[in-house]
């Protein structure tokens, strides 16, 4: 069974970082895309980066200068570090087993990002 438990979400200024993490069991995260999406207060799911399956990033455009996706193999864990966080980055982050641009592969519950100005 697919299980994916994010954490690392919290209040932070605009400006400042954090770095979110995607615990995964029941598969090898090496042998799939893994994707992070969001989902902002009264929007839709949106797609934010994706790592390939052969360890590639892919970015939105809109914050690819900001976000780095990351994995570390042996712990079965995807990262998302984001940094010069910016309001509208305000939205609930998951973490999913999906590949570029997919917002409906399977997820966790999702870590909270609250930036405040």
């Known amino acids: 069974e697919v299980q994916l438990v994010e954490s690392g979400g919290d209040l932070v200024e605009s400006g400042g970082s954090l770095r979110l993490a995607c615990a995964a069991t029941?598969?090898?995260?090496?042998?799939?895309?893994m994707s992070w999406v969001r989902q902002a207060p009264g929007k839709g799911l949106e797609w934010v980066s994706t790592?390939?399956?052969?360890?590639?990033?892919v970015h939105r455009e809109s914050i690819k200068d900001r976000f780095t996706i990351s994995r570390d193999n042996a712990k079965n864990t995807v990262y998302l570090q984001l940094n010069s966080l910016k309001v509208e980055d305000t939205a609930m982050y998951y973490c999913?087993?999906?590949?570029?641009?997919?917002?409906?592969?399977?997820r966790g519950q999702g870590t909270q990002v609250t930036v405040s100005s």
């Open positions: 999913a087993k999906s590949g570029v641009f997919d917002v409906n592969g399977p």
């Open positions: 029941g598969f090898t995260i090496s042998d799939s895309a």
């Open positions: 790592i390939t399956r052969l360890g590639k990033a």
